[in-house]
């Protein structure tokens, strides 16, 4: 059974800093890797979108890399700013019988501090 | 362009009771999810469609019914509402069943009490 692990669970850090999300998943078949945005009491909003066939992939101040191999993947933030202030969920996207269905992290709740 | 559209918002049931929660969406996607958000943990599947008239399980779908009676539509059905239902539903869809990521709705906030 699939598993996807995210650390930390949560992550305070002055604004202007660079960090790093991590995201593992225990079976490298997957079929791609999808990085989410989630404010609170909101839904999810697509941050990055990694095929299986990638390394990585950036938009603006993010990036996330994905190493199948070992079953790892990150999402780096530059330059953080307040309005990052979210909880970020990775998540695996496995195909079965026709239809990818996608496994979810735990989320890592980031704080950025003016 | 709406995305996916849940209804309602917000909800609160009381235990016994049955409702449906709607989701739409306007993108004509094939493949449609529907995951529920528990306090502090990620997402887990409820049940899926690959297209009108074909469902299937997911991870826990003890407790939940669905349709798929047309290619907007995928309306989660709740019987015999349990406190352990309480969460926050999420409807999701896909054009290629996930090779272009997923768009997901706002989400419907439920209390069984």
């Known amino acids: 059974k699939q598993e996807v692990t995210q650390i930390p669970a949560a992550l305070s850090v002055p604004e202007g800093e660079n960090l790093v999300l991590n995201c593992s998943f225990t079976d490298s078949a997957i079929y791609n890797l999808q990085w989410f945005r989630q404010d609170p009491g909101k839904g999810l909003t697509s941050l990055l979108l990694i095929q299986s066939s990638q390394r990585e992939q950036t938009s603006g101040r993010l990036n996330a890399s994905l190493d199948k191999s070992s079953g790892r993947s990150t999402l780096y933030i530059a330059a953080s700013q307040p309005g990052d202030s979210a909880t970020y969920l990775c998540?695996?996207?496995?195909?079965?019988?026709?239809?990818?269905?996608?496994?979810f992290g735990q989320g890592t709740r980031l704080t950025i501090n003016p | 362009n709406a995305g996916v559209t849940q209804t309602p918002k917000f909800h609160i049931l009381k235990i016994g009771q049955s409702m449906t929660l709607q989701c739409t969406q306007d993108m004509n996607h094939n493949y449609m999810y529907w995951y529920r958000q528990d306090p502090g943990m990620g997402l887990k599947l409820i049940y899926y469609s690959v297209g009108a008239g074909i469902t299937d399980k997911g991870e826990v779908p003890n407790g939940y019914n669905v349709s798929r009676s047309t290619t907007e539509d995928f309306p989660l059905r709740l019987e015999l509402a349990a406190p352990s239902q309480t969460s926050v539903y999420f409807c999701?869809?896909?054009?290629?069943?996930?090779?272009?990521?997923?768009?997901f709705g706002s989400g419907t906030r439920l209390t069984v009490v």
């Open positions: 999701a869809s896909s054009q290629t069943g996930g090779w272009n990521g997923y768009t």
């Open positions: 998540a695996v996207i496995l195909e079965n019988q026709g239809a990818q269905k996608l496994v």
